[in-house]
């Protein structure tokens, strides 16, 4: 375990290096961050924002990645505590856990990031077009001096010394002065102590399958230069159009598998995205240009993540995308069109040749191109497909203690997966470093407020030039003028940079000079730089919230280029709506709440054991329920994982670790009765059954006080009905199966274990390969996957299934490779590495029959007579079955009837044993956590988590966080990652005992509530509630988040939002009419 | 801040008739739709310059009467533009707006002003094209429209006064709590039940809707008429064009809540004025 793990050397630093600003990268920094340690963000790339940047939208909720993402972009760039370090790469890491020394050497930039602004005139002029984009995946050309995208952090120009002439006209238009083009290699040294790698992944180069034809065909495309064809921001602004002509594309082919699940080509694994993207592409090709025909040629439909089979089913049925399961042999080119012939098997075993306007390459994930580099630098292990190596039961650390992996480095993955092992890789490492917390951060002091009663508004206004970027268009000097004449206006002058260093100092000068009270800037926009300012002004003792912005560049200057007086116009009204709302502007408060620095942990599975030993590694207490008798949850039934662990071993291990830990109070047969309170002041009652004065069954009721709840109360395997299931001793769950593989004991086989016992031979087996002596060599065991999921009572996938059922069936296959062993399938769905054993499973012979949908196989028992229908194929296991007839209680073997969909076929297998791999199934006791907590459950019964991307364990209501089957199917390694995860979440709350609001929130009147409610339901984030004292509605600013729904939706004009009230807008519409 | 912006606008004289630039005020979120403005900046795509943006946190928080204050200042039109479904930083935001919106629409139709002045839409922050696109045509459709209040020069031919009036009333209405509180849980009514869990048909919903929004829109007019100067019920009827007795209905109503009072008994029609005004 990671968190056992303890600083070797003594010392202990408290910063990490995160190296990657992906997605993960970036959420591992900010959880660390927002709990005590400072950050070093290492960033190849010129800019944060990784693969994830590049997406146009994101399945299964067809979010717009950008919009999603970049709250957390600016969140990174702008976080105190953050160092994002881009241009650069880590050269060395020496010292041990505890206390790293990292060299970091910077590229040169050619442009000085302090001083760049980001306008982008530099690129404008470049005479230079010739570089590839590599944001747009290569699609069209940009210049030598450029950005990533519109949206990049930093926001600072870079140039491409490759295909740079060295021109020299950058340098001449730059009015900010940030060219420099002597620009040399610096080397840093950074000391962390610990590691978090999220460096991402490498897309698959098909250029090797020179069958598909890419690089040689216009027409044929990879899966990411589709996605920037289908976005906004794309080289053709999102209309779906292909390369060889700029035609609308009508047929387009996804090719899936290109590049995983091949020998011979890329990788053995499954990239385990690759379906899902290729179904969201199909289907914002379609929302975009409606003629589009997509067809998805796949070999297996992976889409086993939560909401995914309802997304593909929506893209059948609603899209009319189409699926075609086959392998495709070869894409052939007419060349007077550039159209493609695509080559593939049908299902009667014929060649069918079909055209399509375009084909897109569903390209695998491949370990990033420096992994190599990195195992050496950091002095970690690879895997055999080159990820980082990690175990089942430690899923988050290398092969190097104090060095954590998380996102695509430690195998192929979607956001959220990613985005939850970056909260726990944070975790993981606070833990280990716990004791160093909060010794390395900065923090900033501030003068103390001006004492404004009774002063009325004296507004400075700042107009900016940016180069020529405003004053180029607008007629700043104008502006100025007019804006001296705007009522409450004391004093205007226009800047070249308003933003630049000297500016800031200026502008707090002039407050002093002409005793502002508030500051109007005219610029760009307030999303990037608003902040800024607003810290500037801080610093000269005015509040954050006295300031306003007029967006005069990005949304003036910028847009009416071709009118000049026009958008000087524009520019006098928007600075006059920033000067009237600047005039009504209050002082506004970030009100620090205290924190109750203790968790309560509602379930004690492998979740939530992992979640309260990690709570108590980071120093808090943990306050651990459990319904049942006993810890361990739904892993007591599992007794090995794919890759061989003991898991009953770990589990004893795990249970005694958190009995032995003095920070863990443990409850079972305990119930929670009542959750009270709110983000860092919850009070809980539970029921303990287990305790009382030593009696049992005596009910004792404890209460406690606590600052976070994390969720982890499991879930259960579904219990079969049908297929003979409790009727026949031979038909049995996979759960049940594994538990006969690890004790030896069979159906029918009790006594005569017992017998041998008795002669002092057959001792239950659990090592590895023991069949035990009940089950009989040469016998047939009959898998049936998606019992209980995938149909019309439960629409998801259980998502471990497939795994289980290889799992098994390889244990089966050493231990007798005589016996014949099936799996029913309808999709294998061994994603990422585990794609290894599916291969492994097929090469010992286990037979994988494919049944269609909604044709369940049927299970009867031989003497129905149909076994004597018996299909082709199923010989061997017939006379198998029917040569071994003693011993099988008396209750004669079994026939599993099944539709083969390859043969086309009907088939009667005689079986011995047949196995239901029965689905995961959300407990019912959800429902009444969910309503304590004010959580939602989703349509299957699950947890809904707050965004199912980007806060995977999170809820919306503040201070309650999510681990485990509670949350959707998953396996081990990935319910562990999610603990660690809920965790670092958590512990960004408790960290420092206490947590600024945000000073934007709304505010009832109330003398004018009526306390009707209906901002009670307006309210997503629980934060309103109607006080029964006095009858009015009640702000709870710690929950409170400014959206200002509430005042929108208030019948009696009792709530506004500060820094956004009616006034303050009718202030600014009557200034702009 | 009204006489300023006679002050600071020279097109103002434009707004009857020939070259007519129609004025547009837009509530823009933060998040998405105020992203993808700031985007078509980035992209340096031009549109025209008629549109004034107020950046809000949430299109969730423009007020239904905030959405109606552009027309009491003379805006042609008004955008409310939000992140698309499902997108919105704070979960339902666009979804609340929508239902305003289309609920301001249904007062909107029922005053005879056309709605599509008031323009609801989804931008992403990746949508700089789009956009710029949106304003350019939106732009072009306030055109054909006319001016608010360009009397046959505009789409509804009502004077300026005319249409400073009926937007008035449709703010009043649109601040009323009866009103108010039907939008607030006209959605829940129907998908989640009324207090006897009963599901109400959204059909049901809409008429009920309908109905208070007439009701509403009577007593509005009659409170803005009798606020300037004192008037009877027949007065009020010929002014809007309706019938005297569903005027007195409401009329009596307002009486009896003291929004309203007796002025003086005109031959034999009783005048009234709101309450306050006397004085």
Known sequence: MACETRCPGGKTVGAVLVVGGGIGGMQAALDLAGSGFFVYMVETRPAIGGTMAQLDKTFPTNDCSMCIMSPKLVECGRHLNIDVITNSAVERVEGEAGDFTVTVVNRPRYVDPEKCTGCGVCAQHCPVGAARDTFNAGLGKRPSIYIDYPQAVPLAYVIDRDTCVGCGLCENMCLAGAIR???????????VGAVVLAPGFRAFDPSVRREYGYGRYPNVVTSMEFERILSASGPYEGRVLRPSDGDIPQKIAFIQCVGSRDRAHGGRYCSSVCCMYATKEAVIAKEHAPGVQPTIFYMDMRSYGKGFDAYVERAKQEYGVRYVRTRVAEVAEVPATHNLIVSFESEDGGVVKEEFDLVVLSVGLEPPEDAGRFADVLGIQLDENGFARTGTLDPLATTRPGVFVCGAMQGPKDIPETVTQASGAAGAAGALLGSARGTLIREKTYPPEKDLRGVGPRVGVFICHCGINIGGVVDVPAVVEYAKTLPNVVYAERNLYTCSQDTQKRIQEKIEEHGLTRVVVASCTPRTHEPLFQETIREAGLNHYLFAMANIRDQCSWVHMYEPEKATEKANDLVRAAVAKAALLEPLERLPIEVKRSGLVIGGGLAGMIAALDLAEQGFQAYLVEAGPELGGHLRKIHFTLGG??????????????????????????????IAGYLGNFRSRVLDRSRGNGEAGAIC?????????????????????????????????????????????????????????????????????????????????????????????????????????????IRLKEADPD?????????????????????????????????????????????????????????????????????DGGSGWLVVEVTDTLLDERLAIPADIVVLSAGIAPNE?????AQMLKVPLDESGFFLEAHMKLRPVDFATEGVFLAGLAHAPKTIDETIAQAHAAVARACTVLASGTIATEGIKSEVMKTRCTGCGLCVEACQYKALDIDPKDNVAKVNSALCKGCGLCAATCRCGALTLKGFTEEEILAEVSALC | MADLAVEGRATVEGRDGEGFEPEVVGFLCNWCSYAGADLAGTSRLAYPTNLRVIRVMCSGRVDPETMIEPFLHGADAVMVLGCHPGDCHYLSGNYQAEQRVRTIWMVLDHLGIDRERLYLDWVSAAEGARFADMVSEFVARVRTLGPAGGGP??????????????????????GGERFRWLVGRNKALSEEGNVYGEKVSPHKAAALMQSVIA??????????????????VRDIASRLG?????????????????????????GRSPRYVRAGARA
């Not at chain 1, 291990?653 to 109070?665: A, Q, T, W």
């Not at chain 1, 006791?925 to 956590?929: E, F, I």
Request: negative net charge; charged residues 30%; glycine residues 10%.
């Open chain 1, 181 to 191: 083009y002597d620009d040399t290699p610096r080397e840093r040294k950074l000391s």
């Open chain 1, 645 to 674: 662990d003991d898991v009953q071993a770990y589990l004893r291990e795990l249970v005694s670790r958190v009995m032995s830990n003095p920070l863990i109070e443990v409850h079972t047969s305990s119930e929670v009765k009542e």
């Open chain 1, 701 to 809: 009721e404890v209460e406690f006080e606590h600052g976070v709840v994390i969720v982890a109360t499991g879930a259960s395997e579904f219990r079969p009905s049908g297929f003979l299931y409790g009727e026949h001793p031979g038909v049995m769950t996979q759960s049940e199966l594994e538990a006969r593989l690890a004790s030896g004991v069979w159906p029918g086989q009790e006594q005569e274990q017992e017998q041998r016992r008795g002669q002092g031979k057959g001792k239950a087996t659990e090592a590895r390969g023991g069949l035990g002596p009940g089950l009989r060599r040469g016998r047939s065991v009959v898998m049936i996957q998606c019992v209980g999921s995938r149909d019309d009572e439960h629409d998801y996938c259980s998502r471990v299934c497939c795994s289980e059922a290889v799992k098994n069936a």
């Open chain 1, 819 to 887: 016996a014949d062993v099936y799996i029913l399938y309808r999709d294998i769905r061994t994603y990422g590495a585990r794609e290894a054993y599916f291969e492994e499973a097929r090469r010992r012979g286990v037979v994988f029959v494919r049944y269609p949908e909604g044709q369940m196989p049927v299970v009867s028992r031989s003497d129905d007579g149909a076994g004597a229908r018996r299909g082709a194929g199923c010989a061997d296991a017939y006379s198998a079955c029917t040569s071994s007839d003693d011993g």
């Open chain 1, 925 to 929: 006791g959800n429902k009444k956590v």
């Open chain 2, 153 to 174: 020069a505009s789409r509804e031919g009502l004077s300026r006064g005319e249409f400073a009036f009926r937007a008035e009333v449709a703010r009043r209405v649109a």
């Open chain 2, 215 to 232: 009701d509403e829109c009577v007593r509005a007019a009659i409170e803005v008429l009798a606020g300037e100067a004192p008037v009877s």
């Open chain 2, 242 to 266: 309706i019938s005297a007795q569903l005027v007195l209905e409401q009329a009596a109503y307002l009486k009896r809540r003291g929004l309203i009072e007796l002025y003086d008994v005109s």
